[in-house]
């Protein structure tokens, strides 16, 4: 087989992690054989995680899944090839690849899911509260506040995507965005009501410091968005 022909395989080609790096790096055939490879890898790896590991999308069409892998799929492709010099090295690049991918999807999914979030939930005491208030509910007085504001809600989507685990973020989703009752949230999640609180209480103190280390203290946030 030729190079060209190697490159216009019709099923994506096995890689050493050498050889990702160079072609992905590369111009012209090689790039582009590499980029759709990857591409096809990350998109049935992302297309596997929302139809076999998210039970919240099961009432949505296949093909509507099938979009939203390729949608995913894509801005993985760019924030990887934006970052192939963090790779090191210690797994298969194509597993790197895919964590990013998942992580990126997930990442996605919760910024939509949480995007009515209010800030009384991080600050009021004891429980987490019931609220569909918006972060954005309040109009801002002009531009400058505008842009503080956009950054600082960044700032927050980032602290759900890394200060949480997956099952704290579910339980912060279910008591303090959905409003559904503590007890039943402790049955669907198995546990019980204490354990549910301390889940939460430890959700929010991780989200607060998390917050409070990039310097943002909870009280200049709660008077930006007055």
């Keep these: 087989m030729t190079t060209t022909e190697t490159y216009h395989a019709d099923r994506p080609q096995e890689r050493t992690n050498e050889q990702w790096l160079a072609q992905l790096r ?7 054989a590499a980029l759709d490879d990857l591409r096809v890898r990350l998109q049935r790896s992302i297309l596997y995680y929302l139809t076999q590991e998210r039970s919240d999308l099961r009432d ?3 093909h509507e899944l099938e ?15 934006a970052n192939l010099d963090s790779f090191r090295g210690e797994s298969q690049f194509t597993t790197w690849a895919n964590r990013i991918a998942v992580r990126l999807a997930i990442s996605d999914l919760r910024r939509a899911r949480y995007k009515d979030f209010s800030l009384d939930n991080l600050t009021a005491d004891g429980e987490l509260l019931p609220t569909t208030a ?14 503080e504001r956009n950054d600082v ?16 973020f579910r339980a912060i989703e279910a008591v303090a965005l ?25 959700a929010r103190r991780k989200l607060r ?3 409070e280390a990039e310097g943002l203290p909870m009280d200049y946030i709660m008077t930006l968005f007055q």
């Design 134 to 147: 918006s972060l954005t509910s309040v109009p801002p007085p002009g531009p400058e506040a505008s842009t």
């Design 26 to 32: 590369a111009d012209g055939a090689p790039q582009a």
């Design 67 to 81: 979009q939203m892998a390729q949608d995913f799929a894509q801005d993985a492709l760019l924030r990887i090839i």
């Design 60 to 62: 949505l069409a296949t």
């Design 178 to 202: 959905k409003g559904i009752p503590m007890d039943v949230v402790a049955q669907q999640m198995g546990t019980n009501r204490n354990a549910l609180y301390k889940l939460l209480h430890d």
């Design 209 to 211: 410091s998390y917050l």
């Design 153 to 168: 809600l960044e700032l927050i989507n980032r602290a759900f995507d890394e200060a949480l685990t997956e099952r704290q």
